[in-house]
């Protein structure tokens, strides 16, 4: 092979699962003139007979290998052996376009530049969805005239893209002239050489073009780490400090590089998930970095991302003690912690989206949100104590949306983190969407038009339904039956009309992810989830329909509903089952003989209301007949709720709702409104606080 005119570094450790795809996309390169030189890191899986079996079959691919010293020692290896005019560094997961290489060599030598910088893209590997982020080659913070340098660009020179290496081609000479190395550390190794680079390039130009495809991976990065050295990026920061005061150009581009010292820390103070690692670097942020790097010179109007100025003032609006209760010892209200508050003003919809260890699909699930075609939105996500990477992911959305409200907080349950979104909610209507299902691209738009115009509570409409795992046949069977309404309800009608007219063709579906809902409706009736219980859906549409004075029909499917095997929906019942539906029952009949004070219905409408409350129950007492007698002793209910009244009764020898069990009325479904006078009686007395 002659002589390279590009060498590609690429540090590999542990990347078995990528490796074939990101080196086949180097050396599909339209560009033919370079070698590929990837250094092994001590990878401990099948990495290195992958670069072997490249090495074999393509003269162009060098392989070294070095025990494991993290990246930045694998660069610098790397560097030592380069031949090429120019120098690009890429990552091991990562793939790229094909037109890369010669796209950043043609600008590079059309204007004999130290740098060339390209944009790039996200890959989610969860969904497979692609991101166009802003932050990768910030147009809006590049000089019109190319090429460029801090001379020319003194306010944005650290801020017009990220300091990572891999979208950057460097001439070799500059950086040998100005021995730029990465430093030998675990994480943010690269934060001295772009720091260093880029006041120290003469001319620096862009390709704008998004040419790499960086992976964000469902598996943890060292980004995950942060909390083994809080402090390791610092060091990187206070050389770049010292570099630009030898330079005697601080003043010049001191705005540029305080904004870039305060993304960099807020950032890492973010992503710390110990309070012992956000104690050590928020003392440090306060006590020394806030004067060393000018922030506490500038005004709030200065710093240029909105997130970080969010952070920031976050930071400094609570003492120590504070912030470490609201992140890290948050049960309560007080203690959640808010991490990005939504942009949209007067929003028209909600997008309520719990989240609890559902990595896997919140790209899709979210991404359908963003992409409605309704815009003015605002989706509130609440991460309720994941043990996976959920909230990672989740950050990065949150990072590159501003209709993004996103709060963590200790796991609750979906009733309390429903209803800690309500309480959010600003929109004039609200949706309900679970974390690993997904919208119809104009779902939002279709269900906001028809509720607005025609002044609705609630409306009314339909699913897909899709299946992952191993789902049996039969239990497909059911699924399908229950989520599939072929009636179509024509016209506004109160909320008990249209239960009724549902039941008459025994379409009535308690799912709220099939349902849009006024937020002033919601709130005027304080209508909330029961918090603490599974089934929760049985009780919150039984009183939302009830009382909701007009409701509506559509009979297009918008939503798409995912049945997964080991999902709540799919899991073998146990006592929390139990526990809920028999909540649900006595809550419902609580609220029922409320609800028909002073009311007249007839025998029809009577029927179906005391059937929806005998369905639940029958679901209870399913469940509870197969529980073992320990798992019986440990059933409890608040004291001196309707639910621990109701349950003493079932526990009773003689007991009087087993009697009513075997009555005809029961099996009509009529039991609950027609209840023996002594139970009825007994519960409105309870009701009364007189039983």
Same mark, same amino acid.
């Given at each position: 092979m002659?002589?390279p005119v590009i060498?590609?570094?690429i540090? =590999?450790y542990?990347?078995e699962?990528?490796?074939?795809?990101?080196?086949?996309?180097?050396?599909?390169?339209?560009f033919?003139q370079?070698?590929?030189?990837c250094?092994?890191?001590g990878?401990?899986?099948?990495s290195k007979e992958i670069?072997?079996?490249?090495?074999?079959?393509?003269?162009?691919?060098k392989v070294?290998s070095?025990?494991n010293k993290?990246?930045?020692v694998?660069?610098?290896y790397?560097?030592t052996?380069a031949?090429?005019?120019y120098i690009?560094?890429?990552d091991?997961d990562?793939f790229?376009?094909?037109?890369?290489?010669?796209?950043l060599?043609?600008?590079a030598?059309?204007?004999?530049?130290?740098i060339?910088?390209c944009?790039a893209?996200?890959?989610?590997e969860?969904?497979?969805?692609?991101?166009k982020?802003k932050?990768?080659?910030?147009?809006?913070?590049?000089p019109?005239k190319?090429?460029?340098?801090?001379k020319?660009n003194?306010?944005y020179?650290f801020?017009?893209t990220t300091?990572?290496?891999?979208?950057?081609l460097?001439k070799?000479?500059?950086?040998?002239k100005e021995?730029l190395?990465?430093q030998?550390?675990?994480?943010a190794n690269?934060?001295?050489?772009?720091?260093?680079?880029?006041?120290k390039?003469?001319a &620096?130009?862009?390709?704008?073009?998004?040419?790499?495809n960086?992976?964000?991976?469902?598996s943890?990065n060292?980004?995950s780490?942060?909390?083994?050295?809080?402090?390791?990026?610092?060091?990187?920061?206070?050389?770049?400090?010292?570099e630009?005061l030898?330079?005697?150009?601080?003043?010049?581009i001191?705005?540029?590089?305080?904004?870039?010292?305060l993304? =960099?820390?807020?950032?890492?103070?973010?992503?710390?998930?110990?309070?012992?690692?956000?104690?050590i670097?928020?003392e440090?942020?306060?006590?020394?970095?806030?004067?060393?790097?000018?922030?506490?010179?500038y005004?709030e109007e200065d710093?240029?991302s909105?997130t970080t100025?969010?952070?920031?003032?976050?930071?400094k609006?609570k003492?120590i003690?504070?912030?470490?209760?609201?992140?890290?010892n948050?049960q309560?209200?007080?203690?959640?912690r808010?991490?990005?508050?939504?942009?949209?003003?007067?929003?028209?919809?909600s997008v309520i989206?719990p989240i609890?260890n559902?990595e896997?699909?919140i790209?899709k699930?979210i991404?359908?949100?963003?992409?409605?075609?309704?815009?003015?939105i605002e989706?509130v996500?609440?991460n309720?104590?994941s043990?996976?990477?959920?909230?990672?992911?989740?950050?990065n959305m949150?990072?590159?949306d501003d209709?993004?409200?996103l709060?963590d907080k200790?796991?609750e349950?979906?009733s309390?983190?429903?209803?800690?979104g309500?309480?959010?909610?600003?929109g004039?209507y609200?949706?309900f969407?679970?974390?690993d299902?997904?919208?119809?691209?104009?779902?939002l738009?279709i269900?906001?038009?028809?509720?607005?115009?025609?002044?609705?509570?609630?409306l009314?409409?339909?699913?897909?339904?899709?299946?992952?795992?191993?789902?049996?046949e039969q239990?497909?069977e059911?699924?399908?039956k229950?989520y599939?309404?072929?009636?179509?309800?024509?016209?506004?009608?109160a909320?008990?009309?249209?239960?009724?007219?549902?039941?008459?063709v025994?379409?009535?579906r308690?799912?709220?992810c099939m349902?849009?809902?006024?937020?002033s409706f919601?709130?005027?009736?304080?209508?909330t989830?029961?918090e603490g219980?599974l089934?929760?859906d049985?009780?919150?549409?039984?009183?939302t329909?009830?009382?909701?004075?007009?409701?509506g029909?559509?009979k297009?499917?918008?939503?798409?509903?995912?049945?997964r095997?080991?999902s709540i929906?799919?899991?073998?019942a146990t006592?929390?089952?139990f526990?809920?539906?028999f909540?649900c029952?006595?809550?419902m009949?609580?609220?029922l003989?409320l609800y028909?004070?002073?009311k007249?219905f007839?025998?029809?409408?009577?029927?179906f209301?005391g059937?929806s409350?005998?369905?639940?129950?029958n679901?209870?007492?399913k469940?509870?007949?197969?529980l073992?007698?320990?798992e019986?002793s440990?059933?409890?209910?608040?004291?001196?709720s309707t639910?621990?009244?109701?349950?003493?009764?079932?526990k009773?020898p003689?007991?009087e709702?087993?009697?009513?069990?075997?009555s005809k009325?029961?099996?009509t479904?009529?039991?609950?409104?027609?209840m023996?006078?002594? &139970?009825?009686?007994?519960i409105?007395?309870?009701?009364?606080?007189?039983?």
């Open positions: 002659n002589k060498t590609v570094i540090p =590999v542990n990347t699962k990528y490796l074939e795809e990101c080196i086949d996309t180097v050396l599909g390169q339209s033919s370079f070698e590929l030189i250094v092994d890191d990878s401990t899986d099948g670069l072997d079996a490249y090495a074999m079959k393509d003269s162009r691919v070294l070095q025990k993290y990246a930045g694998a660069r610098n790397g560097l052996k031949e090429g005019e690009i560094f890429l091991s990562d790229f376009e094909t037109d890369m290489l010669q796209n060599y043609d600008k030598k059309e204007f004999d530049a130290d060339c910088v944009d893209k996200n890959y989610f969860a969904s497979g969805r692609f991101g982020p932050q990768y080659l910030d147009k809006e913070k590049i019109k190319q090429p460029f340098s801090y020319t003194p306010d020179i801020n017009f300091p990572a290496p891999w979208n950057m460097y070799k000479s500059f950086i040998v021995n190395k990465f030998e550390i675990k994480r690269d934060l001295r050489f772009f720091g260093t680079a880029i006041i390039a003469n &620096i130009v862009t390709v704008d073009k998004r040419l790499v960086y992976r964000v991976r469902e943890g060292l980004q780490q942060n909390d083994e050295t809080p402090l390791g990026f610092y060091n990187a920061l206070l050389q770049v400090r010292e630009i030898e330079m005697g150009i601080m003043q010049k001191q705005k540029s590089f305080m904004n870039h010292a993304s =960099v820390f807020t950032y890492n103070m973010n992503s710390l998930k110990t309070a012992e690692s956000f104690k670097l928020h440090k942020f306060f006590q020394e970095a806030i004067k060393l790097f000018y922030i506490d010179q005004r710093i240029y909105e100025l969010e952070r920031f003032k976050k930071y609006s003492d003690q504070g912030l470490l209760n609201e992140f890290y948050g309560s209200e007080e203690k959640r808010v991490l990005y508050n939504s942009k949209t003003k007067d929003p028209k919809v989206i609890y559902t896997k699909y790209e699930c991404g359908s949100v963003q992409d409605q075609t309704i815009k003015d989706v996500c609440i309720d104590g043990t996976d990477r959920s909230l990672e992911v989740l950050k949150a990072d590159k209709r993004i409200t709060i200790e796991n349950g979906l309390a983190t429903r209803n800690l309500m309480e959010l909610a600003k004039e609200i949706s969407l679970d974390s299902d997904y919208l119809e691209n104009d779902a738009e269900l906001f038009k028809k509720a607005d115009a025609e002044n609705l509570d609630i009314f409409f339909n699913t897909h339904v899709r299946f992952f795992g191993k789902i049996t239990e497909k059911g699924f399908s229950y599939r309404r072929v009636r179509d309800y024509q016209g506004n009608m909320g008990i009309d249209l239960y009724v007219k549902m039941n008459r025994k379409e009535y308690v799912s709220v349902q849009f809902y006024k937020s919601l709130k005027e009736k304080a209508l989830f029961h219980i089934h929760e049985n009780l919150f549409t039984y009183k329909i009830l009382q909701a004075k007009r409701t029909y559509l297009n499917k918008l939503y798409n509903r995912t049945i095997k080991d929906m799919t899991s073998p006592l929390k089952n526990i809920g539906y909540t029952y006595a809550q009949l609580e609220f003989i028909e004070n002073g007249e007839n025998d029809e409408t009577k029927s209301l059937a409350i005998n369905t639940v129950y679901s209870a007492m469940i509870y007949r197969n073992s007698d320990e019986i440990d059933i409890s209910f608040p004291e001196n639910e621990e009244r109701l349950y003493w009764y079932i009773r003689e007991l709702i087993r009697k009513i069990r075997k009325t029961f099996k479904g009529k039991v609950f409104t027609f023996p006078g002594k &139970i009825k009686s007994k409105k007395k309870h009701m009364k606080g007189q039983f």
